[in-house]
């Protein structure tokens, strides 16, 4: 009788720790800020949404919300077709234009997914001769972009600037002609930290690199405007973005200049070959833009909070959260606590999620809390009471004062 040729799947699967397994839950989005557990039973209750990339509160904006039914109204639900046959739609064309101004970038193409996007953006830099040269913490997206190009990959030290230099003058003076493409984040998704990105920049320019930047978490937050930390930077080839976050609707984008945006239309497999962006939310996208555009303030406001809750965590004797922007990772380090932590919040109305292996090192599992700009007034006493409650909180924690 044959092998089954699931059988190592299987294995693979059962080998699996039950504190590293993943399960889906369904949520429906409440007011306030909050998240109704579907599939909690009869003990459900709102939660505050402490997990979400939806920074400014915009996915249920009345006005995201009327561009994407008339969207549907007058260009459908979906596409129909790839944008190199007949799925090009005015609302990616208005779109596209739109970003490429608020961005100063010549060219902007849409994807369907960020993921998608990432893919795209590394297959156009980089391929088997190419020498990349990535932030160890670049999202999954990336890497697999890097290793479906074939290029070589070499990895520098989390935001180190001098261990980025080191590689790049291995590389250049070992094999000078070799392209080398440099990988990193504007703000990292699990960490909440922000690079020197001016002075990444300037280096690989000193060293005749390309430069790759995932704007994805940062875009509508940090920067002038909220147009990210890449703006206005000289030697950055080329921008990822997404609007399934800050934007609060979906799919993504890639921003370039010169050569790269006809470069991308003519070789990105990705691009060429998936049906277009669904036209509502191309829609709801510009929506999201145009009321960025009107209140450029909101992502500073965002800033300013996430100080506060720095503050305010620290001051309760948590270790304080690294970065600037609105992820606040509390480490714990242990896949169990991590998870237990997720439930003792939960009990308290908060939803704050788990971050375990893989997505995180080994022994750095932590609880990833998320700021939204629409939290009710007082979130932060909320969640600084249940930490203090804990069982396993740092000695120093303590709640705050009535």
């Not at 008339?70 to 190199?84: D, H, K, M, P």
């Not at 608020?102 to 953006?121: I, K």
């Not at 973005?241 to 890639?254: I, N, S, V, Y």
């Not at 700009?373 to 069982?391: E, K, M, N, V, Y």
Request: proline letters at 7%; charged letters at 20%; one cysteine or more.
């Amino acid at each position: 009788m044959a092998r089954d040729p699931l059988d190592s799947i299987q294995q693979a699967l059962a080998g699996v720790p039950e504190q590293r397994r993943r399960r889906l839950r369904t949520f429906r989005p409440g007011p306030a800020a909050t998240l109704l557990p579907v599939d909690a039973g009869p003990l459900r209750r709102p939660l505050l949404d402490l997990a979400s990339n939806d920074y400014l509160g915009l996915s249920a904006h009345p006005s995201l919300k009327a561009a994407a039914m008339a969207a549907i109204g007058s260009e459908g639900v979906g596409s129909g077709g790839s944008r190199l046959v007949s799925g090009t739609r005015p609302s990616h064309v208005r779109l596209e234009a739109a970003l490429a101004q608020w961005l100063g970038r010549e060219r902007v193409l849409l994807f369907p997914s960020g993921f998608q996007a990432n893919l795209a953006a590394v297959l156009a830099l980089a391929d088997r001769h190419s020498e990349v040269i990535a932030d160890r913490l670049i999202h999954h997206s990336l890497l697999v972009g890097i290793q479906a190009s074939g290029a070589r990959l070499r990895r520098f030290r989390h935001n180190d600037r001098s261990d980025l230099r080191r590689l790049l003058e291995r590389g250049a003076r070992s094999e000078p002609d070799r392209r080398q493409l440099v990988v990193s984040e504007s703000l990292f998704s699990m960490e909440g930290t922000s690079p020197d990105l001016a002075g990444i920049a300037a280096t690989c320019r000193e060293f005749g690199a390309l430069l790759l930047v995932d704007e994805a978490h940062a875009l509508g937050l940090l920067g002038p405007g909220g147009r990210g930390l890449a703006w206005g930077l000289a030697g950055v080839s080329l921008v990822s973005g997404t609007f399934g976050k800050a934007f609060g609707a979906g799919g993504a984008f890639l921003a370039a200049d010169g050569p790269l945006g006809p470069w991308l239309l003519q070789s990105s497999g990705a691009f060429r070959y998936t049906t277009a962006l669904a036209p509502p939310l191309a829609a709801a996208a510009l929506a999201a833009l145009e009321l960025l555009q009107a209140d450029p303030g909101q992502g500073e406001a965002l800033m300013r909070r996430a100080r506060r809750w720095r503050d305010g965590l620290e001051d309760a004797g948590w270790r304080r959260p690294p970065g600037e922007g609105p992820i606040l990772p509390l480490h714990v380090g242990d896949d169990a606590l991590a998870l237990d932590l997720q439930g003792h919040l939960e009990q308290a109305g908060l939803l704050g999620v788990a971050i375990r292996p893989p997505t995180v090192p080994a022994g750095t599992a932590r609880l990833r809390l998320v700021l939204r700009r629409d939290l009710p007034h007082g979130s932060l006493d909320r969640l600084l009471q249940a930490l203090a409650a804990w069982p396993h909180a740092p000695a120093s924690a303590s709640a705050p004062a009535p």
